[in-house]
């Protein structure tokens, strides 16, 4: 019992604080998720092969497929005899059955003879186009007809003609010109001969 005479004080009586226990909190295991990367969708292409061939290569591959596709095909091969006479320049047989319609003609492989020969003579380029019934073996692998230095082209016939005639007739026209260019003027002498029965000589 607490005497109030007393100096003593009171003993004050802390009330104890309940300590409450923190959660537990139960580690987790933390895992690196990557995000997911999505990539577009290609569509299938068809892949092409592409094959570069040089001149000689086209030109032989031509020739394989102009020949004949069994060896049968080959013995029953029948040979014709060459004429003495033919020339490297001549003309395929092939293009003989054109000749009363069209005028060929070999023109050096060079620009300014191509250049002339096409802008100022008319001519064209014996290819593919103009004669798809001849033989591949006939064409080089630019689709034109080649011997050597000289490339084959043609022309109707009738501007054949034409331009043929047409320095014939100009030089007859100078040569007309010229037999009356002297009349008239006062320094033709023309003298008369006694010997000649009084026939005029022009000098």
Same mark, same amino acid.
């Given at each position: ?20 226990? @923190?959660?537990?909190? %139960?580690?987790? %295991? ?6 997911? $990367?999505?990539?577009?969708? /290609?569509?299938?292409? @068809? ?24 060896? /049968?095909? $080959? ?15 001549? *003309? ?27 802008? /100022? ?12 019934? *001849? ?33 014939? $007739? ?10 009356? @260019? ?22």
């Amino acid at each position: 019992m607490i005497n109030p005479l007393s100096d003593e004080q009171p003993e004050v009586v802390k009330p104890k604080k309940k300590h409450h226990a @923190a959660p537990k909190v %139960e580690a987790e %295991e933390i895992v690196d998720v990557k995000p997911e $990367i999505k990539q577009p969708v /290609q569509a299938e292409t @068809a892949k092409q092969n592409i094959v570069i061939h040089s001149e000689l290569d086209s030109m032989v591959m031509d020739r394989l497929k102009s020949q004949p596709d069994t060896l /049968q095909a $080959i013995d029953a091969e029948v040979i014709e005899k060459k004429q003495p006479d033919k020339h490297r320049l001549s *003309l395929p047989d092939e293009l003989l059955s054109y000749t009363k319609k069209y005028a060929f003609c070999w023109i050096f492989k060079r620009k300014q003879a191509i250049d002339e020969a096409i802008d /100022q003579l008319h001519y064209k380029l014996t290819n593919r186009t103009y004669f798809p019934e *001849l033989p591949d073996h006939c064409f080089s692998a630019r689709s034109v007809i080649e011997r050597g230095d000289n490339i084959l082209m043609f022309r109707p016939k009738r501007i054949d003609e034409e331009m043929r005639k047409a320095p014939g $007739i100009e030089s007859t026209d100078r040569i007309k010109a010229r037999t009356s @260019a002297h009349e008239g003027d006062p320094s033709y002498y023309v003298p008369a001969s006694d010997e000649d029965g009084g026939k005029v000589v022009g000098v």
